[in-house]
């Protein structure tokens, strides 16, 4: 069963620390994505990336970056935590094109105190 | 810039009853792709159904099916005989052909079904 596994469910950190979000896929995908859910706010795009080492902004990246060292990992780092970035954060996978659109990791529940 | 959106935050139907989820969309392009994606509670995100903009045809999955209005830019979806395991966030999404796959959701819906 192909997966995008992202490394935790929930994660309860302090304001200030530096954050690592993991995510992996197993399916050969050259798209990776992160998205931040908030109720009544659906999905919005942070960062993606189409190959290793590339990366492109989405329309919410102020306070984040990401790290795609390998094509099956894309990290996604928050440089140093606030209160308004806690959220619900999704990975995602896709092939090239997005035409099938994509596969969803189970999400990281993020809170910040 | 496309945006999309889900006028009905909340929705709720009888078991085995049927119920449309409403979606519009904005847009200057002619070729693009539109998903439902379900989102169960505390469970992964999964894609319901896709359609391609070119194609006339409606697109059905079993008791999932959608009203394609590519005129109205309108991508409704219906789901006939709801079951309790339909009780989910619903997200309508789109995607441009050009853009390299980057879709673009809507705020959800979150629907229950009642027994």
């Known amino acids: 069963d192909v997966k995008v596994t992202q490394s935790s469910r929930y994660l309860v950190k302090r304001t200030g620390e530096k954050v690592f979000l993991e995510c992996v896929q197993d399916m050969d995908h050259e798209n990776m994505f992160w998205y931040r859910q908030d109720p009544g706010l659906g999905l919005r795009l942070i960062y993606f990336?189409?190959?290793?080492?590339?990366?492109e902004k989405g329309d919410i990246p102020e306070g984040y970056s990401v790290s795609r060292e390998k094509k099956e990992r894309f990290s996604l780092i928050l440089e140093s935590a606030s209160t308004n970035q806690t959220s619900m954060y999704l990975c995602?996978?896709?092939?090239?094109?997005?035409?099938?659109?994509?596969?969803f990791g189970s999400g990281t529940r993020l809170t910040v105190v | 810039a496309q945006t999309v959106t889900q006028s009905q935050p909340e929705m709720s139907v009888q078991e085995a009853e049927t119920v449309t989820l409403s979606c519009t969309y904005d847009t200057s392009e002619s070729n693009y792709y539109l998903f439902w994606y379900k989102q169960p509670p505390s469970r992964q995100m999964i894609l319901v159904i896709r359609?391609?903009?070119?194609?006339?045809q409606n697109a059905t999955e079993n008791r999932f099916s959608v009203n394609f209005q590519k005129a109205a830019k309108s991508f409704s979806l219906k789901i006939s005989d709801s079951q309790l395991g339909d009780t989910a966030m619903y997200f309508c999404a789109f995607m441009n052909y050009n853009q390299g796959g980057k879709l673009i959701f809507g705020q959800g819906t979150e629907l229950s079904v009642k027994p």
């Open positions: 359609q391609e903009a070119y194609k006339q």
């Open positions: 990336s189409y190959d290793v080492k590339m990366k």
């Open positions: 995602a996978s896709s092939i090239q094109d997005g035409m099938y659109g994509y596969t």
